[in-house]
């Protein structure tokens, strides 16, 4: 088929940043993107696409092509945070306490854009494109729509993702295969020893005694337990609680935190966890509970698809701008839960990095901006990557 993509892109490139904008200054938390999931599912629909709902704030559109072929699931997630946005711009959050601090309304705009654009060609399409739209990433909202059905009508072949990411510099796009990003499980360990009064500490049991030889064994375990390049594995305490006067010594202490692996052996990581935050509070007489809950599983990327993605990428930007350094990271994304189903997936990131225009401030900052000349270029990649992907081009 014959798209001359980039024109038609120039052609829609007003409508993707006035998009973004308003999508921009309507924010909504996970799970209650209610306004964002009416523009969507209407635009969708405009496009002539068969669109449900999923998950609630969910949305799916499937483009059916008019010839047989391969099925590609895009993901964009949706969400906003809870933060108050410390810009001033004419499009600004006008929902207090909540702004896109991460880049999910350039997310929005660019795979709606992408629907819009691929949906004029359907008539040369080979295959079929299912555009999922993904609430509440933040809080791993990933797992309620495969189980309500995402993965189904049609069953994806593959899946891509796309991140606007401001640590790397505008104009760079950052690809990497394998484990690109780390698994994250938040731990809660209880440590009960026996209170007594400050003056009489042989009378008790201190779990504070036993909680700061279990924060140091931790440590240990972290930077003395695994390889520094092959089994990148990062455990941080954010939450310590004990105790609620200075003369009492308290019964019980709470340790929260997060254990984060980008490598496979996270199992033996949370099974050797368990094993010595028990044994270090048994050494200092405690009862300990141990409990671990998925914040994301690990994103590893297709090999095939990455190459894939890397060659149509090298085409648009050129060889030199395609980077690897600073995409591996111990955060994650729940795109992530999708791959785990036994679809073989794609994530890369797209640098809108810029500090003339202010668009390096870390994400998930109140200062977060977005270069919004990256748009088109999210839009180019995505639609050149998926007609590529269906052989189509
Ligand atoms: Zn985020
Ligand atoms: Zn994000």
């Not at 995402?150 to 401001?166: E, F, K, N």
């Not at 036994?342 to 890369?348: A, N, R, V």
Request: glycine fraction near 10%; aromatic fraction near 6%.
């Amino acid at each position: 088929m014959y798209i001359d993509i980039r024109k038609e892109i120039e052609a829609l490139s007003a409508e993707t940043v006035g998009l973004r904008r308003d999508i921009h200054a309507h924010p909504e938390l996970g799970f209650r993107e209610f306004r964002t999931a009416n523009i969507i599912e209407r635009r969708l629909a405009d496009c002539g696409l068969r669109v449900r709902r999923c998950a609630g704030t969910g949305v799916i559109g499937v483009l059916e092509g008019a010839k047989p072929g391969k099925t590609l699931m895009l993901r964009s997630d949706m969400d906003a945070l809870p933060l108050a946005e410390n810009n001033e711009l004419p499009f600004c959050s006008q929902n207090p306490g909540v702004m896109h601090a991460c880049g999910h309304d350039c997310h929005v705009a660019v795979q709606l854009q992408v629907a819009k654009l691929l949906a004029a060609h359907r008539d040369e399409l080979p295959g079929t494109l299912v555009f999922l739209f993904q609430p509440n990433e933040e809080e791993i909202g990933a797992p309620r729509m495969i189980e309500q059905g995402a993965l189904t009508d049609p069953r994806p072949d593959a899946i891509l993702g796309m991140h606007v990411w401001s640590p790397i510099q505008t104009g760079k796009v950052g690809m990497v295969s394998g484990p690109c990003c780390a698994s994250s499980y938040y731990f809660k360990a209880t440590i009960r020893g026996k209170g007594t009064h400050g003056c009489l500490p042989e009378r008790g049991v201190s779990p504070i005694e036993a909680g700061r030889h279990v924060l140091a064994a931790i440590n240990s375990m972290q930077t003395m337990e695994y390889g520094t390049l092959d089994e990148p594995t990062l455990i941080t305490v954010g939450s310590l609680h004990a105790g609620d006067y200075m003369n009492i010594i308290p019964d019980e202490l709470t340790m929260e935190g997060s254990i984060r692996c980008l490598h496979r052996n996270e199992a033996a990581v949370h099974a050797r966890f368990r094993e010595l935050v028990t044994a270090v509070s048994a050494a200092y007489r405690c009862d300990c509970d141990v409990s671990l809950t998925c914040g994301n599983s690990m994103l590893e990327n297709d090999a095939q698809l990455a190459e894939l993605a890397r060659s149509v990428a090298a085409g648009v930007v050129g060889e030199g701008n395609i980077v690897s350094e600073g995409v591996r990271e111990m955060g994650g994304d729940d795109l992530a839960e999708f791959f785990l189903a036994g679809i073989p997936g794609f994530y890369y990131l797209v640098g809108m990095g810029n500090r003339a225009k202010g668009s390096d401030a870390a994400h998930h900052s109140r200062d977060f901006r977005v270069d919004e000349d990256v748009l088109d270029l999210c839009v180019e990649l995505q639609a050149r990557i998926a007609l590529t992907y269906l052989d189509a081009l």
